[in-house]
T-cell receptor
Framework: TQLLEQSPQFLSIQEGENLTVYCNSS?????LQWYRQEPGEGPVLLVT?????EVKKLKRLTFQFGDARKDSSLHITAAQPGDTGLYLC???????????????FGKGTHLIIQP | DVKVTQSSRYLVKRTGEKVFLECVQD?????MFWYRQDPGLGLRLIYF???????EKGDIPEGYSVSREKKERFSLILESASTNQTSMYLC?????????????FGPGTRLTVL
């Protein structure tokens, strides 16, 4: 059973469109992180959300943590080809050993923005 | 600029060979991790270490071992490589064990076992 379910698995849209990707779980998380991975590279952290209901913005990217701290979403406005990549959500389940035990990752959303 | 480096970007080995994957971080981080990444399976934790000479099993430790003799270096060892260990291997480090700490990843080693 996958602890963090990401949807959609694949998404291909035109430049300028808006999109939302989701990260869902039946478990409560102490925090959730979103990473972006480009081909041939390791994941790079975009944001960490900690408080239920929290909304964080990073230029055209808006991240939201669910009130119950079981889910998160990433919304991209006016997508650009440079947004292309694999978007991974990751977190530490509440009650686990903390971040020292390593993160639990979703399988990711492959996003392609076509010019 | 903070950095996690991995010894090889690409590696090809034969079944039964002993394989060493090296990872070095220059950020004085306490925690280091080894993941493997496979299509359709995502990133899975193999082993992690929260201190020199300390190691803990992750979700899929079978067929692997690790070594952390120095704080900055974390090695992953495949004692006898098998074809099902063909994968992308990612090393990461984080400052402490607090939930929400950023993990910094290396560029990965793509290992092919023939």
């Amino acid at each position: 059973t996958q602890l963090l379910e990401q949807s959609p698995q694949f998404l291909s849209i035109q430049e300028g469109e808006n999109l939302t990707v989701y990260c869902n779980s039946s478990s409560v998380f102490s925090s959730l992180q979103w990473y972006r991975q480009e081909p041939g590279e390791g994941p790079v952290l975009l944001v960490t959300v900690v408080t239920g209901g929290e909304v964080k913005k990073l230029k055209r990217l808006t991240f939201q943590f669910g009130d119950a701290r079981k889910d998160s979403s990433l919304h991209i406005t006016a997508a650009q080809p440079g947004d292309t990549g694999l978007y991974l959500c990751a977190g530490v389940p509440r009650g686990s050993g903390g971040g020292a035990d390593g993160l639990t990752f979703g399988k990711g959303t492959h996003l392609i923005i076509q010019p | 600029d903070v950095k996690v480096t991995q010894s090889s970007r690409y590696l090809v080995k034969r079944t039964g060979e002993k394989v060493f994957l090296e990872c070095v971080q220059d950020m004085d981080h306490e925690n280091m991790f080894w993941y493997r990444q496979d299509p359709g399976l995502g990133l899975r934790l193999i082993y992690f270490s929260y201190d020199v000479k300390m190691k803990e099993k992750g979700d899929i430790p079978e067929g692997y071992s690790v070594s952390r003799e120095k704080k900055e270096r974390f090695s992953l060892i495949l004692e006898s490589a098998s074809t099902n260990q063909t994968s992308m291997y990612l090393c990461a480090s984080s400052l402490s064990g607090r939930a929400g700490d950023e993990q910094f990843f290396g560029p990965g080693t793509r290992l092919t076992v023939l």
